[in-house]
């Protein structure tokens, strides 16, 4: 069965940080690059970032690079999205995907065609 269930959404004051967490199965998280996407209303699906299978490449979307990271447990199927110096701006439905490779690069280059599972989303809200 695969699977990626989001946590850890809420909702947080602007300057504020949350850390989001997405547990997968096997098959879902093992020799995979991992991303985290948001939707927010009225706007279509955005990239945020990916983190390569050894975790030892990362690429974000410029409206988050040096506030948010991402950081993923192999031995524990999870993949996690801390977000500092949160914005009014970043409130969205957040969702963490699976990618169809081990590598950032289909996902940086084609984000929506280089998923091939999707959880079902955390929603992050950011008061100001």
């Known amino acids: 069965q695969v699977q990626l269930v989001e946590s850890g959404g809420g909702l947080v004051q602007a300057g504020g940080s949350l850390r989001l967490s997405c547990a997968a199965s096997?098959?879902?998280?093992?020799?995979?690059?991992m991303g985290w996407f948001r939707q927010a209303p009225g706007k279509e699906r955005e990239f945020v970032g990916v983190i390569s299978w050894s975790g030892g490449i990362t690429y974000y979307a410029d409206s988050v690079k040096g506030r948010f990271t991402i950081s993923r447990d192999n031995a524990a199927n999870t993949v996690y999205l801390q977000m500092n110096s949160l914005k009014p701006e970043d409130t969205a439905v957040y969702y963490c995907?699976?990618?169809?490779?081990?590598?950032?690069?289909?996902?940086?280059?084609?984000?929506?065609?280089?998923?091939?599972?999707w959880g079902q989303g955390t929603q992050v809200t950011v008061a100001s």
């Open positions: 096997e098959r879902a998280f093992s020799n995979r690059a």
């Open positions: 995907a699976a990618g169809r490779t081990s590598t950032t690069w289909p996902m940086r280059n084609n984000p929506q065609g280089a998923i091939d599972y």
